[in-house]
Nanobody, 116 residues
Framework: QVQLVESGGGLVQAGGSLRLSCVAS????????MGWYRQAPGKQRELVAR???????YYEDIAKGRFTLSRNVARNAWFLQMNNLKPEDTAVYHC??????????WGQGTQVTVSS
């Protein structure tokens, strides 16, 4: 079993930065990819970016040029560095682990609020 805990959200002014963290515990070896998703009020959850184990990052258009994925293997942690934040980035951000056997695990989410 894998458990995920996000942190790093908060309130920031437009143009500011935040760094989200997703720390995994449990059967880490079963994680094939870690994705970051977000859900704004009244909107569907959407993919922001994804990092495959042993592979490169993938960014949706909303993240390209502003957000950066990284990973600290020793700490079982994945990060989403978000720069030049905009009010439309306001949402609850979740990390999701894609596991072997097509299973997935979600974190509880962290709120990001960007003021104009």
């Amino acid at each position: 079993q894998v458990q995920l805990v996000e942190s790093g959200g908060g309130l920031v002014q437009a143009g500011g930065s935040l760094r989200l963290s997703c720390v995994a515990s449990g059967s880490i070896v079963h994680i094939r990819a870690m994705g970051w998703y977000r859900q704004a009020p009244g909107k569907q959850r959407e993919l922001v970016a994804r990092l495959y184990s042993g592979g490169g990052p993938y960014y949706e258009d909303i993240a390209k040029g502003r957000f950066t994925l990284s990973r600290n293997v020793a700490r079982n942690a994945w990060f989403l560095q978000m720069n030049n934040l905009k009010p439309e980035d306001t949402a609850v951000y979740h990390c999701k682990a894609a596991l072997v056997g097509d299973r997935e695990v979600w974190g509880q989410g962290t709120q990001v609020t960007v003021s104009s």
